[in-house]
C-alpha cells in the first residue's frame, strides 16, 4: 500500500489487527463504566420528560403549545428540521466522503450514521404529533379512498416530505447495518457467554468473512453511497421546499435547497464533534479518533459555516434587489424587529464563531472544539426558529401581529427528544462497535504493523546472508 | 455437492495469504474461498472471482422503482381523482412528481440491491456460521482448499509451509455448512 509521507497516520499507536478489534470492543464486552451511567440515568429522565410532555399534547390537544393562527408553525417544525439537518452529516461522511475516498472517514463513520438515524427518529415525532390527531397519522400515505377523502396531493412539499424523510430513514438504517454485519461477527467471535452469542450471532447473519462475500459488500457499499448521495441531497432540498414553494416573504426564496443542504451538514458536523469529542475520551478512542480527525471536521465546519452565511447575506441582497417591499420588511424586520436577538445570535454563531478555525491551534484543541460544536448547534437551531417564526409573525395584516413564545410543553418536548437522542446513542455505545474495526483495520499503514515490521526485518537478514 | 473436507492455512499477515495464493495459483490448485477479516484487495482477483452484476440489479430495481412512483402518482392525481388547483390545467404526468419518483427509485435501489446481495451471499438472520477458526473475523486469515478434489496434500501443505502459514488444519463440516461458493 502507498504511504504518504507527509500526511498524518490515521491510526496512532502501532496497532496490531487483534489490538485494534480488542480496544473497538472493549465498552461492548466490558460492564458499563460509571460515566456511561450518569450520562445514561440523565438522558433517560429527558426521554421521560418527551413521553410526559407528548401525552399531555395528545390528551389535551395542540392547545397546549404556543401557536396560534398567526404563527402556525414554530417551535415544532424548528424542531423539526434542525434535527433533520444533524442527521446530514451521518450521511455525509459514510456516502459522499466514501465516493472521494476520504479515508479519515473510516474511525468516525459508524457513530455518525447512528447519530443520523436517532436524529431522524427524533425529527419525525414533531410533524406526526403537530397533526395533532397521531392516531390518523396514515393518512399520510397513499391509501385508498375508503375514509371518504380523496388522495394525498402529490403536488404538496409536505407530502414530498413523507417520502423523503422515510426513504432517507429506511436507507440510512440498511447503510448503517450493511456496515455493522462485518463487525457483528468480530463481536460474536470473541463473546464469552452464551446470550451475548447468540445475541450477536444473530444479528451478524452468518458472515465468516469469505473473499467472495468481501467483493460482492464492498459493490453493494458502494453503491449504496452512490445512491445516497443525491438522496441527503434531496432530503434536505425538499425540507426547504416547503418553506420556499409557500409565498410567505422570507421563505419564498429561490437560494434555499443549497442553503439548507450546507446548513445541515454544518450543523450535523457540529453534533458529530460534541458526541465525538467525548467519546473519544471517554472511549478511550484517542488512537483511533486522532486530533487529526477533529482538525479535518473543524475545516468542513468553517467550510460550511460561511457558505451559510453567505447565503444569508445573499438573502438580505436579493431582498433589496428584488424591489418588493414585503420581502425587503421581512428582512429588516428579522435583523430589527422584536426578534432581533435570535438573529444576531444566528449570525454570530453560523457566520462569526466558526471563522476561528482558521487557525489550526483552535482546530486541534478539543475543549475549544467542544464549545464550538455546541456554538454551531445553538446557532443552527436559531437559524431555523428566525426563518420560521421572523417571516410569520409579522403577515400582511397588521391587526394579526403577534410574538410567539413557546409553551413548557413545547420546550419540554424539545428537550425530550435530546434525551431520545441521547439515550439510543448511550444504548448504541453499549451494544455495538462505535468505530469500524473492519474498515479501520484496512487503513491500517500495512509497514507499521508488528508482524509485517518483524517479517521484512527477517526478509532483510535472509537477503543479507 | 458441496466439498465438507477442507485443508485450512491460517495466516497472520495479509501479504503472506496473498503471496500464497498466488503460489497456489501457479501451481494449479483451485483456492476454494479465503477468509479474511477486512477486504484484502488482489486476493479475488487471485481467485478468479468475476465483477459482481449486483450493479447491474440495483440498476433495474431502480428503473422498477421509478416506474412504480409514476404509476402511483398517475393513477391518484389524474386517473382516480383530479384535484382543482386554481383551475389550472391537469396533465397525467406532472412536474411535481419528480421528488417521489426520485425517492421510490432510491428506495427500491437500495432495498432491491441489499436483499439480492443477502440472499446471493446465503445471509440470514439465524445462521450458524461455519468456522475455520474464531480469529478468522479478527485477525487470521485463512485459505481454504477443498481436500476431496485435491488430491496432492503434500504439494497443498508444502506451499502452504513455505509462504508463512503459521498452522494448517484439516477441517470437516456437515453437508448443510453455510460456506458458498
Given at each position: 500500500m502507498y504511504?504518504s509521507?507527509?500526511?498524518?497516520?490515521?491510526i496512532?499507536?502501532?496497532k496490531s489487527?487483534?489490538?485494534?478489534?480488542?480496544?473497538?470492543?472493549?465498552?461492548?464486552?466490558?460492564?458499563?463504566?460509571?460515566?456511561?451511567?450518569?450520562?445514561?440515568?440523565?438522558s433517560?429522565?429527558?426521554?421521560c420528560?418527551?413521553?410526559?410532555?407528548?401525552t399531555?399534547?395528545v390528551?389535551?390537544?395542540?392547545?397546549?403549545?404556543?401557536?396560534n393562527?398567526t404563527?402556525?408553525?414554530?417551535?415544532?417544525?424548528?424542531n423539526?428540521?434542525?434535527?433533520?439537518?444533524?442527521?446530514?452529516?451521518?450521511?455525509l461522511i459514510?456516502?459522499?466522503l466514501?465516493?472521494f475516498?476520504q479515508?479519515?472517514?473510516?474511525?468516525?463513520?459508524?457513530?455518525?450514521?447512528a447519530?443520523?438515524?436517532?436524529a431522524?427518529m427524533c425529527?419525525?415525532?414533531f410533524?406526526?404529533?403537530?397533526?395533532?390527531?397521531?392516531?390518523?397519522?396514515?393518512?399520510?400515505?397513499?391509501?385508498p379512498?375508503?375514509?371518504?377523502?380523496?388522495w394525498?396531493?402529490?403536488?404538496?412539499?409536505?407530502?414530498?416530505?413523507?417520502f423523503?424523510?422515510s426513504?432517507?430513514?429506511t436507507?440510512?438504517?440498511f447503510f448503517?447495518?450493511?456496515?455493522?454485519?462485518?463487525d457483528?461477527?468480530?463481536?460474536?467471535?470473541r463473546?464469552?457467554?452464551?446470550?451475548t452469542?447468540?445475541f450477536?450471532?444473530?444479528?451478524s447473519?452468518?458472515?465468516?468473512?469469505?473473499i467472495?462475500?468481501?467483493?460482492?459488500?464492498?459493490v453493494?457499499?458502494?453503491i449504496?453511497?452512490?445512491?445516497?448521495?443525491?438522496?441527503?441531497l434531496?432530503?434536505?432540498?425538499?425540507?426547504?421546499?416547503?418553506f420556499?414553494?409557500?409565498?410567505v416573504?422570507?421563505w419564498?426564496?429561490?437560494?434555499?435547497?443549497?442553503?439548507?443542504v450546507a446548513g445541515?451538514?454544518?450543523?450535523?458536523?457540529?453534533?458529530?464533534?460534541?458526541?465525538?469529542?467525548i467519546?473519544?475520551?471517554?472511549?478511550?478512542?484517542?488512537d483511533?479518533?486522532?486530533?487529526?480527525?477533529?482538525?479535518?471536521?473543524?475545516?468542513?465546519?468553517?467550510?460550511t459555516?460561511t457558505?451559510?452565511?453567505?447565503?444569508?447575506?445573499?438573502?438580505?441582497?436579493?431582498?433589496?434587489?428584488?424591489?418588493?417591499e414585503y420581502e425587503?420588511?421581512?428582512?429588516?424586520?428579522?435583523?430589527?424587529?422584536?426578534?432581533?436577538?435570535?438573529?444576531?445570535?444566528?449570525m454570530s454563531c453560523n457566520?462569526?464563531?466558526p471563522?476561528?478555525?482558521?487557525?489550526?491551534?483552535?482546530?486541534?484543541?478539543?475543549?475549544i472544539?467542544?464549545i464550538?460544536?455546541?456554538?454551531?448547534?445553538?446557532?443552527?437551531?436559531?437559524?431555523r426558529?428566525?426563518?420560521?417564526?421572523?417571516s410569520?409573525?409579522?403577515?400582511y395584516?397588521?391587526?394579526?401581529?403577534i410574538y410567539?413564545?413557546?409553551?413548557?410543553v413545547?420546550?419540554?418536548?424539545?428537550?425530550?427528544t435530546?434525551?431520545?437522542?441521547?439515550?439510543?446513542y448511550?444504548?448504541f455505545c453499549?451494544?455495538?462497535?462505535?468505530?469500524?474495526i473492519?474498515?479501520?483495520?484496512a487503513?491500517?499503514p500495512y509497514?507499521?504493523?508488528?508482524?509485517?515490521?518483524?517479517?521484512?526485518?527477517?526478509?532483510?537478514l535472509?537477503h543479507s546472508? | 455437492?458441496?466439498p465438507?473436507n477442507?485443508?485450512?492455512g491460517?495466516?497472520?499477515?495479509?501479504?503472506?495469504?496473498?503471496?500464497?495464493?498466488?503460489?497456489?495459483?501457479k501451481?494449479?490448485?483451485?483456492?476454494?474461498?479465503?477468509?479474511?477479516?477486512?477486504?484484502?484487495?488482489?486476493?479475488e482477483?487471485?481467485m478468479?472471482?468475476?465483477?459482481?452484476?449486483?450493479?447491474?440489479?440495483?440498476?433495474?430495481?431502480g428503473?422498477?422503482g421509478f416506474?412504480?412512483?409514476?404509476?402511483?402518482?398517475?393513477?391518484?392525481?389524474?386517473?382516480?381523482?383530479?384535484?382543482?388547483?386554481?383551475g389550472?390545467p391537469?396533465?397525467?404526468?406532472?412536474?411535481?412528481?419528480?421528488?417521489?419518483c426520485f425517492?421510490?427509485?432510491?428506495?427500491?435501489?437500495?432495498?432491491?440491491t441489499?436483499?439480492?446481495?443477502w440472499?446471493?451471499?446465503?445471509?440470514?438472520?439465524?445462521?450458524?456460521?461455519?468456522?475455520?477458526?474464531?480469529?478468522?473475523t479478527s485477525d487470521l486469515?485463512?485459505?481454504?482448499?477443498?481436500?476431496?478434489?485435491?488430491?496432492?496434500?503434500?504439494a497443498?501443505?508444502?506451499?502452504?509451509?513455505e509462504n508463512?502459514a503459521?498452522?494448517i488444519?484439516?477441517?470437516?463440516?456437515d453437508?448443510?455448512?453455510?460456506?458458498?461458493?
Amino acid at each position: 500500500m502507498y504511504e504518504s509521507p507527509i500526511r498524518e497516520r490515521l491510526i496512532t499507536g502501532d496497532k496490531s489487527y487483534g489490538q485494534i478489534s480488542a480496544d473497538i470492543c472493549r465498552p461492548i464486552e466490558n460492564p458499563p463504566t460509571k460515566a456511561w451511567w450518569a450520562g445514561f440515568s440523565v438522558s433517560f429522565i429527558f426521554l421521560c420528560l418527551l413521553v410526559l410532555s407528548l401525552t399531555i399534547t395528545v390528551m389535551e390537544g395542540i392547545g397546549t403549545w404556543g401557536v396560534n393562527k398567526t404563527v402556525g408553525w414554530a417551535w415544532d417544525i424548528t424542531n423539526f428540521v434542525f434535527w433533520v439537518g444533524i442527521g446530514h452529516a451521518g450521511t455525509l461522511i459514510s456516502a459522499i466522503l466514501l465516493l472521494f475516498r476520504q479515508k479519515w472517514r473510516m474511525s468516525i463513520n459508524r457513530s455518525a450514521e447512528a447519530m443520523t438515524i436517532f436524529a431522524v427518529m427524533c425529527a419525525a415525532i414533531f410533524p406526526l404529533f403537530h397533526m395533532g390527531r397521531i392516531w390518523n397519522g396514515f393518512w399520510n400515505l397513499p391509501l385508498p379512498n375508503a375514509l371518504g377523502s380523496i388522495w394525498v396531493n402529490f403536488n404538496s412539499p409536505l407530502l414530498w416530505d413523507v417520502f423523503a424523510i422515510s426513504t432517507y430513514f429506511t436507507v440510512s438504517l440498511f447503510f448503517w447495518y450493511m456496515g455493522l454485519i462485518p463487525d457483528i461477527a468480530t463481536v460474536r467471535d470473541r463473546a464469552k457467554t452464551k446470550t451475548t452469542k447468540w445475541f450477536y450471532n444473530l444479528l451478524s447473519m452468518g458472515w465468516n468473512g469469505s473473499i467472495r462475500t468481501w467483493t460482492r459488500y464492498e459493490v453493494v457499499c458502494l453503491i449504496l453511497a452512490g445512491i445516497s448521495t443525491p438522496l441527503v441531497l434531496s432530503v434536505h432540498t425538499i425540507v426547504s421546499m416547503d418553506f420556499a414553494t409557500s409565498i410567505v416573504p422570507g421563505w419564498h426564496t429561490t437560494i434555499f435547497p443549497p442553503y439548507f443542504v450546507a446548513g445541515a451538514i454544518f450543523s450535523g458536523f457540529g453534533m458529530v464533534l460534541t458526541l465525538l469529542v467525548i467519546a473519544r475520551k471517554v472511549m478511550n478512542y484517542e488512537d483511533y479518533i486522532t486530533i487529526h480527525h477533529l482538525d479535518a471536521m473543524c475545516k468542513v465546519v468553517m467550510l460550511t459555516g460561511t457558505i451559510v452565511g453567505t447565503a444569508y447575506i445573499t438573502e438580505f441582497f436579493i431582498a433589496w434587489y428584488s424591489g418588493v417591499e414585503y420581502e425587503q420588511y421581512a428582512f429588516i424586520n428579522r435583523a430589527t424587529g422584536p426578534y432581533w436577538w435570535a438573529y444576531w445570535t444566528m449570525m454570530s454563531c453560523n457566520l462569526l464563531a466558526p471563522q476561528i478555525f482558521w487557525f489550526k491551534k483552535i482546530r486541534q484543541n478539543p475543549t475549544i472544539i467542544f464549545i464550538m460544536s455546541i456554538i454551531v448547534n445553538i446557532g443552527m437551531w436559531f437559524e431555523r426558529f428566525v426563518i420560521i417564526v421572523t417571516s410569520l409573525h409579522r403577515d400582511y395584516l397588521p391587526s394579526s401581529w403577534i410574538y410567539y413564545r413557546p409553551t413548557w410543553v413545547e420546550v419540554a418536548i424539545f428537550l425530550g427528544t435530546m434525551g431520545l437522542f441521547f439515550t439510543c446513542y448511550f444504548v448504541f455505545c453499549k451494544l455495538m462497535p462505535s468505530i469500524s474495526i473492519a474498515e479501520t483495520k484496512a487503513i491500517m499503514p500495512y509497514d507499521q504493523l508488528p508482524i509485517a515490521k518483524a517479517r521484512m526485518e527477517q526478509e532483510k537478514l535472509a537477503h543479507s546472508h | 455437492m458441496k466439498p465438507t473436507n477442507f485443508i485450512a492455512g491460517v495466516f497472520e499477515d495479509p501479504e503472506l495469504i496473498y503471496r500464497a495464493a498466488k503460489k497456489m495459483n501457479k501451481s494449479g490448485v483451485k483456492i476454494y474461498d479465503c477468509y479474511t477479516p477486512f477486504a484484502v484487495h488482489g486476493l479475488e482477483k487471485t481467485m478468479g472471482i468475476e465483477r459482481t452484476r449486483l450493479s447491474i440489479a440495483a440498476f433495474i430495481y431502480g428503473c422498477t422503482g421509478f416506474t412504480l412512483a409514476v404509476i402511483l402518482q398517475w393513477f391518484t392525481s389524474y386517473m382516480d381523482w383530479q384535484i382543482n388547483i386554481g383551475g389550472k390545467p391537469n396533465t397525467p404526468v406532472l412536474v411535481t412528481f419528480v421528488p417521489v419518483c426520485f425517492e421510490c427509485t432510491v428506495l427500491c435501489t437500495a432495498l432491491g440491491t441489499i436483499m439480492t446481495f443477502w440472499i446471493k451471499s446465503k445471509m440470514f438472520h439465524g445462521v450458524k456460521p461455519d468456522l475455520f477458526d474464531d480469529r478468522q473475523t479478527s485477525d487470521l486469515f485463512i485459505l481454504a482448499i477443498d481436500a476431496d478434489s485435491n488430491k496432492n496434500h503434500d504439494a497443498i501443505n508444502q506451499i502452504l509451509r513455505e509462504n508463512g502459514a503459521i498452522d494448517i488444519r484439516t477441517k470437516s463440516f456437515d453437508k448443510n455448512h453455510s460456506l458458498i461458493q
